[in-house]
């Protein structure tokens, strides 16, 4: 879990030099009257992330007899 966060956040750090990102970010926040505050707060929502919001947030909009499972085989 610890690298997962922290390739999050790297990512995020290298993102925010682009102007898409910018562009994304804020006209998302624009749209759903979001508040610019909350983007640097990006870290800290992160890291405070625990398997358990996880696996809570899983149970509650994941439910396993609505998928399908594929599996694809090399061509003989």
Known sequence: MTKIKQQL??????????NNFWLQTLSGLW???G????????EERVNALTSQDI??????YFNAEHY???NTYPEK
């Open 9 to 18: 956040i790297k990512q995020r750090e290298t993102d925010m030099k682009t």
């Open 31 to 33: 749209l759903q009257n």
């Open 35 to 42: 508040n610019i505050k909350t983007v640097p707060e990006f």
């Open 55 to 60: 696996a809570d947030f899983l149970q509650k």
């Open 68 to 70: 399908v499972r594929v």
